[in-house]
């Protein structure tokens, strides 16, 4: 079963993402989504990442509240810093993180994360993986926000995958 359905829940959910915005269910419509989440799968199958062991997945939802929290601050945040910023410019700059997490998994995620939170961009990872490279939109004290992306984002991933 494996070997045909390397992955059931993103042939699932690929078939519903056909199907949503495609606005039909048609059954046109449902045979193209059932093939595409049948045949997307298997095409892609050497793409995939090493299987995922989630060893505390109950972190995951405050993981989720904590982003959804900051994602709201830092839109409050850049459209204040964009508005005032003939009166008092961004410090913008490029900052290193260090980073603890080595699960590519992690840093997936760590990677999505921080290009949804508003002000801050994924530059560069170092080849060993020690260290982040982040551009800041506007940047007070580098080691406080270390501090909070190390707290609020690397600690809780390296709970959930290592």
């Known amino acids: 079963m494996k070997r045909l359905f390397p992955a059931p829940w993103l042939s699932l959910a690929l078939w519903l993402l056909w199907l949503v ?4 269910i048609s059954p046109g419509n449902l045979l193209l989504g059932a093939i595409l989440g049948f045949c997307a799968p298997l095409m892609m199958r050497k793409l995939r990442p090493l299987p995922i062991r989630i060893r505390r997945p109950g972190v995951i939802l ?7 929290c900051d994602v709201l601050a830092s839109n409050l945040a850049v459209a204040w810093g964009v508005l005032n910023a003939g009166r008092r410019p961004p410090h913008s700059k490029f900052i290193k993180v260090p980073l603890d997490l080595r699960d590519a998994n992690g840093l997936a995620a760590l990677s999505m994360i921080t290009t949804v939170i508003p002000g801050t961009v994924w530059s560069e990872l170092a080849l060993d993986r020690s260290i982040l490279m982040l551009h800041v939109f506007d940047l007070d004290d580098e080691a406080q926000f270390i501090q909070h992306f190390k707290a609020t984002y690397e600690r809780p991933l390296m709970e959930i995958f290592e």
Do not use: D, E, T
């Not at 915005?21 to 039909?24: A, K």
């Not at 405050?62 to 959804?68: A, H, K, N, Q, S």
């Open 21 to 24: 915005l495609n606005q039909s």
């Open 62 to 68: 405050r993981l989720i509240f904590l982003v959804g």
